[in-house]
T-cell receptor, first 114, second 112 residues
Framework: QKEVEQNSGPLSVPEGAIASLNCTYS??????FFWYRQYSGKSPELIMF????GDKEDGRFTAQLNKASQYVSLLIRDSQPSDSATYLC??????????????FGQGTILTVHP | EPEVTQTPSHQVTQMGQEVILRCVPI?????FYWYRQILGQKVEFLVS????????KSEIFDDQFSVERPDGSNFTLKIRSTKLEDSAMYFC??????????FGPGTRLTVL
């Protein structure tokens, strides 16, 4: 069973701080990694994706991937109360036969307090 | 900005009844997906659909489930004989390729 694990939190940070969200995955051959944000009662919203080891930055968000450690993280700089949501890590398996099936973690609840 | 739409937003049905959940993917996308999320649980993959056929399905997607793209715009999920445990949010997603997937707002299915 290929698993994606996240600390369910809740993670509470003050406004303006850096929030750090972590995710580990069991399938060493996984090739694509995604971060989604899900507000309560809403659908997952794609924030960013990463394929290669290292960092990828998009505005206030930075995704970090370490395939050797099977670890992916999301940093949110200058956190705002509107960032309060559940953050879902999703992994796409390796292989040419994959048509995009995503395996999701259980999500980390982030609360940014003023 | 184009987005995935889903109808209805909430469906209530009796156990054993058939339901059809409808989705309109983003117009130039070629890959279509259904996921579900039971309240308080993970988002789970059900099925992917490409080139008018199922390309991949999970163990959840058994014989009571089916998908169809009846025309050039709609993508449907049919549950033939609903069970109490089918109560969940059902999300449709689409992608231009197999990587980035964009989710619709979901249909909340309640089976009584």
């Amino acid at each position: 069973q290929k698993e994606v694990e996240q600390n369910s939190g809740p993670l509470s940070v003050p406004e303006g701080a850096i929030a750090s969200l972590n995710c580990t995955y069991s399938d060493r051959g996984s090739q694509s990694f995604f971060w989604y944000r899900q507000y309560s009662g809403k659908s997952p919203e794609l924030i960013m994706f990463i394929y290669s080891n290292g960092d990828k930055e998009d505005g206030r968000f930075t995704a970090q991937l370490n395939k050797a450690s099977q670890y992916v993280s999301l940093l949110i700089r200058d956190s705002q109360p509107s960032d309060s949501a559940t953050y879902l890590c999703a992994v796409k398996p390796a292989g040419g036969t994959s048509y995009g099936k995503l395996t999701f973690g259980q999500g980390t609840i982030l609360t940014v307090h003023p | 900005e184009p987005e995935v739409t889903q109808t209805p937003s909430h469906q209530v049905t009796q156990m054993g009844q058939e339901v059809i959940l409808r989705c309109v993917p983003i117009s130039n996308h070629l890959y279509f997906y259904w996921y579900r999320q039971i309240l308080g649980q993970k988002v789970e993959f059900l099925v992917s659909f490409y080139n008018n056929e199922i390309s991949e399905k999970s163990e959840i997607f058994d014989d009571q489930f089916s998908v169809e793209r009846p025309d050039g715009s709609n993508f449907t999920l049919k549950i033939r004989s609903t069970k109490l445990e089918d109560s969940a949010m059902y999300f449709c997603a689409s992608g231009a390729g197999t990587d980035t997937q964009y989710f619709g707002p979901g249909t909340r299915l309640t089976v009584l």
